[in-house]
């Protein structure tokens, strides 16, 4: 399909090809293998498996299709699927580096990548030093002679911190780091990391991708160069594969990115401002309010705020500021308690006690996550409904 058609034809049309029988909605191939026509085909398509449909661990034409369409949305020239978000992360460090070999991340992180820089890469000699992503020197400041690769996400889970992509990747590429860019938060319909300078963008596409919380999956996306021969290697030998049944439901998910994410950032927006304004609440993070710290480059970088928002309640102690936000989430009727986020339904969750809840005190203190601290990802109920299902907790 030709590429520069723009993002809402590319969701819906992208990346689909049709079987012999000519079927409108994309084929769902469960298959775990294919069938040849003589053991020399056999001999042949084995040999280039990366452009035949061998074995569903290596390639698959369902999984091929939402790769296809993710690439065209991000405007990468590949993308390789995988079972879940941290399974592309996985993916990405282990086609790269390697004992001896440095990163610089992002402190500001989803917390399961904390875990996988700070304890299990650690295990196999790949040492990372977590930086604040809005910190350009610090960044800077960071790199070593073996550091192979920049990770940053943003904006970030739960504060919403904003980091420049464009100043970040200008010293990613002086220090010949590979420049990886979780895009989860804002899906491409936001923003897009490789248009600002992202080597590879990396994605959850649990998250909005489905965006009606259904399936897991993740991808990398980047040049042709780097997925075929980093990535797809160490997929087709590892193992961290997507099943056809998620990449058809993603493929679907994807047909209506952009109208979900721009109709959830105008609610996500409404509610903030309405937050701010609540003598219950102490401060309200979210990118498109005029009060956040990164408000100029949020606008500049991302087409709208998103659907993520964190607001602070007041409270005198820890403990009190703790009972308030779990007075405000246990009053809620609309507002699904649980940890997802991306989906059509609100969900509400205290990040002290639940995401962030393994984390230290002190490091949860310093990281600005307070016990009166909410996040609220926000679906595509009515926002007076969602507001008004808040004002029965905050009330008191
Ligand atoms: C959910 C999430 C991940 C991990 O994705 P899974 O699909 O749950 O494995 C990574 N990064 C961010 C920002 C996320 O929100």
Partial sequence: ??????????????GTVRSDFNEHSEAIFLTSSFVFESAADAAEKFKNSEDNYTYSRFTNPTVSMFQDRLAALEGGEACMATASGMAAIMSVVMSTLQAGDHLVSSQALF?????????????????????????????????????????????????????DIEAISKIANASNALFVVDNCFCSPALQQPLKLGADVVMHSATKFLDGQGRVLGGALVGSKQFIMEKVFPFVRSAGPTLSAFNAWVLLKGMETLSLRVEKQSANALEIARWLEAHPAVNRVFYPGLESHPQHALAMRQQKAGGAILSFELKGD????????????????????????????????????????????????AAAGISEGLIRLAVGLENAGDIRGDLERGLAG
């Fill in 317 to 364: 102690t820890p403990e009190q500021m703790r009972a308030n936000a779990w007075r405000v989430i246990d009053n809620t009727k609309i507002c699904s308690i649980t940890g997802n986020l991306g989906d059509t339904r609100t969900t509400i969750t205290h990040p002290a006690t639940t995401t962030h809840g393994r984390v230290t005190p002190e490091a949860r």
């Fill in 111 to 163: 917390g399961s990548t904390l875990g996988m820089f700070s304890q299990i890469f650690s295990k196999f000699g790949i040492t990372t030093t977590f930086v604040d992503p809005t910190d350009l020197d610090a960044w800077k400041n960071a790199v070593r002679p073996e550091t192979k690769m920049f990770f940053l996400e943003t904006p970030s889970n739960p504060l919403t911190e904003v980091a």
């Fill in 1 to 14: 399909m030709d590429d520069s058609l723009n993002f809402d034809t590319l969701a819906v049309r992208s």
